[in-house]
């Protein structure tokens, strides 16, 4: 089955502690990105790659990184999280992240006390 | 940079009603436009797409067509069911910053029998 998988899909967790949320695709997509969903915001774009190495940044990236080592992986590390980094995260992946659709995974809810 | 504008929700229609969710956007260049519908508890799927100006995208009922001379990609349904409540929201890509995905806001919708 064609899918895009997180882990974990809850997370409680406290201020400074990092933490790495994983993402793996089967599609053998080129494109992969992060998104985070908070009320009232839609979806705001992170961190987003166009292939293996290759990483940009999108609208919201200060407190977050990414890699891009293999192409079905693409981990989010949050080094030192902080309260506003509560939400819900969400990663995506493309053919060529232009003119086709994106595929999501079920979301990962992260809460930093 | 770009940018997508939804009309505010909720949306709350009876079964059967026409539904039209506005949605208008800002880019440079030739954008491919997105609708994406979010169940509860899911990530996000897409419904329909258009990647050209005047191409008309539609799935399940659903039609949107691009119209560049408006920059508008409106979101319609001729009978909506009660199945149909979600939350919808609209997207694009651009190809002159490839890889940079915009989404807007989202309308919440509920279908009451």
């Known amino acids: 089955e064609a899918q895009v998988t997180q882990n974990p899909r809850y997370l409680i967790t406290v201020t400074g502690k990092k933490l790495t949320v994983t993402c793996s695709q089967n599609m053998n997509h080129e494109y992969m990105s992060w998104y985070r969903q908070d009320p009232g915001l839609g979806l705001r774009q992170i961190y987003y790659s166009m292939n293996v190495e290759v990483t940009d940044k999108g609208d919201v990236p200060e407190g977050y990184k990414v890699s891009r080592k293999e192409k079905r992986n693409f981990p989010l590390i949050l080094e030192s999280p902080s309260p506003n980094q509560t939400s819900l995260y969400f990663c995506a992946s493309s053919f060529d992240g232009v003119y086709y659709e994106q595929y999501f995974g079920p979301g990962t809810r992260l809460t930093v006390t | 940079g770009n940018s997508v504008t939804q009309m505010e929700g909720p949306v709350t229609l009876s079964e059967e009603a026409f539904l039209t969710i506005n949605c208008t956007y800002t880019?440079?260049?030739?954008?491919?436009l997105f609708w994406y519908v979010q169940y509860p508890g899911e990530g996000l799927q897409l419904l329909l797409k258009?990647?050209?100006?005047?191409d008309k995208g539609s799935n399940k009922g659903f039609e949107a067509t691009y119209r560049k001379e408006t920059t508008s990609f409106h979101l319609e349904k001729g009978s909506v069911q009660v199945s149909d409540s979600a939350v919808y929201f609209c997207a694009l890509s651009g190809n002159t910053n490839a890889g940079k995905s915009t989404f807007g806001d989202g309308t919440t919708l509920t279908v009451k029998p």
């Open positions: 258009a990647t050209k100006a005047d």
């Open positions: 880019a440079t260049g030739y954008p491919s």
